[in-house]
């Protein structure tokens, strides 16, 4: 199962991620095929390799997600400490005295 | 470059004695600010002499604190209040952090002072720290080499003597495997031993601070200080950590130990990590140790599951980065998926950007059972091997990275060959076991080798003990 030029896009849509216009330093595009092309290929092959999974016996094992055996850990629902608003604002691209700017993304 | 730091507890106990802790640390950041290595990328000059005051100020008025005025250095995804953090992308460009990560204050409050932030490759993803948007960081025993990765900087920073004490973090080994390359101990503890707060997040379920040191008992110091529950992190364990830097004598603490070796790990060694290897079997046996052969039988897929779950993680953990409320923002969007996409396309660079979609493929719906679930189930047994292991031993010795130290840009276009230099370093993250790289020598063309101490989960005192052992059987 192939992964294809078509496949990656769509994983970019999905991941907000456009292809083919960052910097491409370390990557197969120097050679002139698209960032989608070289990801296609280094994907496939990636992915290949992890089809090795299919072949351990896995039934009746549970999914690990916490190896340290915590499970639910709640606290009381007290208000604690919070960044002051400057320090938030300060690392925005732009913002007013109140909230972050953003640009105008909708028509109406 | 001025000559190379002292130990860490030589410059505790000298500045707890009264000798000035400003000296100490305007030392370091001499030192950091000639560093050749691009393992450095930013000094923290002003706010390193007002902390080194601070502390001899304290130690005047009566207190003795077990880092006094040592300087320390920090990967550079750790958050300082009032710095520049960066993961080294460009994507955080300019971004001044608010808060203080839970490890670095507590290591402040133990006297410490944190002098430089180092390179690494970008958001934690490389074995080679060539993906940082800073450049690559060369290898202070042969600059033609790569240090290892990603807490490269950090490890390079240590092993030059620029620091005695430098933060990593370590997902698949990005701590213990530099360590190994550059020559210098490097430890990853338990997962949940040390708070992740403020260390911004890779794969969750899977990384871990830890410290890198010229000794074992100078990472004791440094993990004896920064280990604890932490209440900003959910994760961290709520047991006490106590004994982690009781060593005891070096030359007892292998009496009596049993060793488990795993024979699959010879298997694709390079001959001089092999010898080395061989050699501290030997050693450990003459020093009273008992060798026991053990097996990982589910190891070999540990890179597998590891892409999965990693990137998996990652994906999700990386969405936050849309350039809207932090970093550099693209103009006139045509809608706002355009916004999104053309920050974080310029934003990250290509590994990251490959593991992102990575991440995306093996969450996305139709493929989570084969991949996503079928890995934590992989991990499971991962998990148990472990267990049935250390039934029948006290600690696994077996070798950090297969080879020593690569020439740079050799597996840069190869990201699979890439991800499996850490085939010995990935397993201890998916079971949450501590482990350590503790340098044994060198190979045949000079360059270090460091071995693995793994021991099961919360018995990382026991592993610092037998590590210290090692430590003294390779001088």
Request: net charge neutral; proline share 5%; glycine share 10%.
């Amino acid at each position: 199962m192939a992964i294809t030029v078509k496949d990656v896009n769509h994983l970019a849509k999905l991941a907000d991620l456009a292809l083919g216009q960052g910097t491409a330093s370390g990557d197969s595009t120097a050679s002139g095929e698209s960032e989608a092309e070289a990801m296609a290929k280094h994907l496939d092959t990636i992915v290949g390799y992890v089809q090795q999974l299919s072949e351990v016996d896995t039934t009746g094992v549970e999914p690990v997600a916490n190896v340290a055996g915590l499970v639910n850990v709640t606290r009381a629902d007290v208000p604690g400490r919070i960044l002051d608003r400057t320090q938030v604002l300060a690392n925005a691209a732009r913002h007013s005295d109140s909230a972050i700017l953003v640009e105008k993304v909708v028509d109406r | 470059m001025s000559g190379k730091t002292k130990p860490a507890l030589v410059i505790a106990a000298s500045v707890n004695a009264g000798a000035s802790a400003r000296t100490a640390v305007e030392q370091s950041l001499v030192r950091a600010e000639s560093d050749t290595l691009n393992a450095i990328i930013r000094v923290h000059r002003a706010r390193a002499l007002a902390a080194a005051d601070a502390v001899d100020a304290r130690v005047r008025a009566g207190e003795r604190l077990p880092l006094a005025g040592v300087p320390i250095a920090l990967k550079d995804n750790l958050c300082l209040t009032g710095a520049e953090v960066g993961c080294c992308s460009r994507i955080l460009t300019g971004f001044i952090s608010p808060y203080t990560a839970t490890a670095v204050e507590r290591l402040e409050r133990a006297g410490a002072v944190v002098v430089a932030t180092t390179n690494m490759d970008e958001f934690a993803m490389g074995s080679s720290n060539e993906t940082s948007c800073h450049g690559p960081v060369r290898n202070p025993r042969d600059p033609s080499r790569i240090p290892g990765g990603s807490s490269g900087g950090s490890a390079a920073s240590v092993a030059a003597g620029i620091v005695p004490i430098a933060l990593g973090s370590d997902t698949g080994g990005s701590i213990r495997q530099p360590a190994s390359l550059c020559g210098a101990v490097g430890m990853k503890p338990s997962y949940g031993a040390v708070s992740r707060f403020g260390l911004i997040a890779f794969g969750s379920s899977l990384d871990q601070i830890g410290p890198f040191a010229t000794s074992t008992a100078d990472a004791a110091a440094a993990l004896a200080v920064m280990a604890g529950q932490d209440a900003n992190d959910s994760t961290s364990s709520p047991r006490t950590w106590s004994g982690l830097t009781d060593l005891g004598e070096a030359a007892t603490a292998l009496r009596g130990v049993r060793v488990g070796v795993i024979e699959e790990h010879l298997a694709g060694l390079t001959p001089g990590v092999r010898a080395r290897l061989d050699a501290a079997k030997s050693a450990l046996t003459a020093a009273g140790a008992t060798l026991v052969p053990v097996s990982l039988p589910h190891e070999r897929h540990s890179v597998a599951v590891y892409y999965v779950i990693a990137t998996g993680e990652a994906s999700s953990n990386l969405a936050r980065f849309d350039g809207l409320r932090f970093g550099p923002r693209v103009d006139q969007p045509k809608s706002l998926h355009d916004l999104y996409a053309r920050n974080r396309a310029t934003g990250f660079g290509p590994e990251v950007r490959r593991r992102i979609l990575l991440g995306t493929y093996v969450l996305s719906t139709g493929y989570y059972d084969a991949y996503y679930k079928k890995a934590q189930q992989v991990r499971n047994l991962i998990c148990q091997d472990y267990t049935t292991a250390f039934a029948a031993c006290d600690v696994i010795l077996g070798p950090v990275s297969p080879t020593t130290a690569f020439k740079a840009g050799e597996k840069l276009s190869d990201p699979l060959q890439m991800y499996l230099s850490d085939i010995f370093t990935i397993a201890a993250n998916l079971a949450g076991v501590p482990a350590i790289s503790v340098p044994f020598g060198t190979d045949e063309q000079g360059l270090p080798v460091g071995l693995q101490l793994q021991t099961a989960i919360n018995q990382d005192a026991r592993l610092l003990k037998i590590a210290a052992g090692l430590e003294a059987l390779a001088r």
